[in-house]
């Protein structure tokens, strides 16, 4: 149909994460593809669906939502009174603005597409199992307006309990003759005023080839501590060793904490929970302990672990690596989610399903590629040369698994002779990091005469958060607003790059 809506244009700045501003962060994460089937009803040009029910209760925001609408434009919409009413397919401005013509939505990948055509689809459906599900929409082969030869192929994925937000993007191509090929990846609040976009996928003109991004809200669970257990007879009833908590919470306790089954019942310290092995009395159950005179809850909860809730092939019961019976403690990325709910557990952009094992004629082999004793899966660096694995995706596509720079038939984050790992291991000597850990300044010494250009630091699951440039050398980088945690630093050197690790404490 002929366009002629005509709405006021207006631009910002482009806007990332900002603290205060949004307390959604976002992250590169491994390219994988679900399937869906059930359709979603009314996909004409510029139109929203009809309401559908979510399986579960959803956090955007800081609200809670169990229904959404689904836009045949590339977006979800938790404003339900736009249900069945026109999709806007114009717009100017950067996310996030006032202006923008879609609010409190998620932008998977929202620009102007046309699906009157029947040619592409738009499916919905569910992944996995309570407390742990998956919504997941699919747009699929949708093609753009006035380009019948160009198309758009991505999902939205929303998770139960976590207030994740996953956006795969498989394979978004561009009609740049039509609204100069705007496009735009991200979410906007119910006021417009807050939002947050993946790198390079705000409000403009770009192509985007099996890429995925995660938005999440750290410290979602809120303060709590989160004890999970796999239920060994499945009557929802284990018994919890609270010494896992207090190693967690109060390492140097003395005398060591004191648990209590009600809020009133610590409050009024009386009845407490004798000894320090409690049996729940429900499968999720919430204790309370109190440290330096502040109330703690402790959230007990018992799962299914025949389950494999973040579908990586890696058994529940396994993933429990530090072996304290806890999995909610296991974090090996330090990305906020448990290993038992990540399927990337060492944030190195490769699936855990894919770096988990090989195999022979009469078994399953666990990958170590280095020999370090540490399995592929759980190594963010699985061929032991100095380069962090996510840092081999050198074709720059989000995925490690298919750079293979001297065409050897190996992937390079599996070679550790490929011709840029030499390259890089010539520094390994001449710079060194101190101290380590760090609690405000990290200095950088450098035995070589090579003047240090450039230093990035790098979260745990590759997301950029800080980076010095000068042509006169760096010596030092201020640490000190960044969270406790492990960080990655890349340091250029004449076109010359080295990986190095450090603990913000």
Known sequence: MIKNYILALATILFCQFSTGQSNYSVIPIPFQQFTATLPVQGTLDDINSNIIPLPFNFDFYGVSYNQIVVSTNGYIDFRTST?????????????????????????????DLYNNNTQGFITYGIYGTAPYRKFVVVFNNNELYSCSNAHSTFQMILYESQSIIDVQLIDKQLCS?????????????????????APGRNTGTWTAFHEGWRFSRPG???GDYQFVKCDGNSDGIEEFNLQVVQNDLAPNANPGLTF???LADMQTQSNPISGLNYTNITTTQTIYTMINGMVKSV???????????DTDSVA???EDANNDTNLANDDTDIDGLPNYLDNDDDGDLVLTSVEYVFTTKNALILMDTDNDGKPNYLDNDDDGDGILTFNEDFNGNGN???????????????????????????????????????????????????????????????ALIQEKTSVDGIESISVSDLQSGLYFVKIKVNEQLKNFKFIKK
């Not at 003759?177 to 976009?197: D, F």
């Not at 010539?426 to 609690?439: A, G, H, Q, W």
């Open 316 to 318: 529940t019961n396994i």
């Open 220 to 222: 979602y669970t809120s």
């Open 83 to 111: 249900a069945n009413q026109f999709s806007p397919w114009f717009f100017a401005q950067s996310v996030p603005d006032a202006n923008f013509p879609v609010k409190n939505s998620i932008l998977g990948c929202y620009h």
């Open 177 to 197: 003759v039509w609204n100069n090929g705007k496009a735009v990846t991200g979410l906007i609040n119910l006021a417009g005023n807050v939002g947050i976009t």
């Open 299 to 309: 959230v007990l909860n018992v799962i299914d672990c025949a389950v494999d809730y």
């Open 400 to 462: 490690p698994a298919d750079d293979d720079v001297n065409a050897n038939g190996i992937p390079d984050y599996l070679d550790s002779s490929n011709i840029l790992t030499t390259v890089t291991n010539s520094l390994e000597n001449s710079i060194k990091l101190y101290p380590n850990p760090v609690v405000d300044v990290l200095h950088i010494a450098t035995t070589s005469s090579e003047i240090i250009s450039n230093v990035s630091i790098y979260s745990i699951s590759g």
């Open 260 to 262: 209590y089954t009600s």
